[in-house]
C-alpha cells in the first residue's frame, strides 16, 4: 500500500501526516521529508499518525532518527494522534513513552 | 511430510511486503487467530522479510524469498527462505526490549525482537556458505 504524505506549516510548526503503511519500501520517503524539514531548523516537527493503518519497525527507526535530530537541533519533535496500530508497535518497542504524543491534529 | 497449506515465492522487492502481510493477516483471520496475535505475527512477518531484504540480500530487489506456512494440531509454523549472506548467531539472538533511554536513542535493532515477542518457537538456522531458513512457530489457542 502506498504511504501520502502532506506538510503545512503553522505559526509555531511543521506538521507531517502520513496516510497509509509506513513499511521498508515507504518510510524512506517519510524520512526524507522529515528529516529536510528539521533541516531547517527553525520550527518544531509533528507528525500525525492519525491515519496511518500499519508501522513496522522502519517506520519506528524513522520517527527515533527524527527524534534524534531534533533533539540534537534543540527544537521539537511530538507525534499527533497515532493511530492504534501504530501505538500498539510503540508500546510492543518499548518506545512510547520517549515520545511527545499528542491526541489532537 | 505433508503438503504446506501455503508456499508463496516472492521477489526481494519491498514494495511487495504489503501484499505478503495482507496474506499473512488473511490466512491467520481464517484460521480463528485473535486479532492481538494475528497483528504481532503479521508483523514479525514482515520483520522477518525486511530482515532478509536488508541484510541477506544487502537491499537487492531481484531475488527470491519464499515463505511456507505449515499449520499442525499444535502450531502454525511459517518458515522463511532466502539465499543470500547467511546471519551471524549474535545478529538473530533472542534480545528483550526494555524501556529506551531518551539520551541514548538507536534507531533500529527491532525487527528481531518483534519476530520472538509474537511466535512461542523461533529458530534462526543459516547456511554453512549461502542462504538463511527462519522457522516461526505460532502455538494454536483451543
Known sequence: MALDIDKRETDSSWMVKAKGDVDLYTSPALRGVILKLLAKGDKALGVDLSEVL????????????????????????????????????LQLARLDAVFEIRNSV | MKRPDLHLEFRSDPKLLSCVRALTRRY???????????????????????????????????????????????????????????????????????????????????????IYKAFDEVAFVPGKARGNRVRMRLRRQE
Do not use: W
Open chain 1, 54 to 89: 500499519y508501522m513496522d519497525s522502519s517506520g519506528v527507526a524513522t520517527l527515533v532518527e527524527g527524534l534524534k535530530v531534533a533533539n540534537n537541533a534543540k527544537t521539537g519533535f511530538f507525534l499527533t494522534a497515532p493511530s492504534e496500530s501504530v501505538m500498539k508497535v
Open chain 2, 28 to 114: 491467520l483471520e481464517d484460521l480463528g487467530v485473535d486479532a492481538e496475535r494475528a497483528g504481532n505475527v503479521v508483523l514479525a512477518v514482515d520483520e522477518a522479510c525486511t530482515n532478509a531484504i536488508r541484510h541477506s540480500y544487502g537491499g537487492r530487489r531481484d531475488r527470491k524469498l519464499a515463505i511456507t506456512i505449515r499449520p499442525n494440531a499444535d502450531f502454525i509454523e511459517f518458515e522463511l527462505c532466502d539465499n543470500g549472506v547467511p546471519a551471524r548467531a549474535d545478529q538473530v539472538m533472542r534480545k528483550e526490549l526494555n524501556p529506551c533511554d531518551p539520551s541514548n536513542l538507536k534507531p533500529g535493532g527491532l525487527g528481531i525482537p518483534f
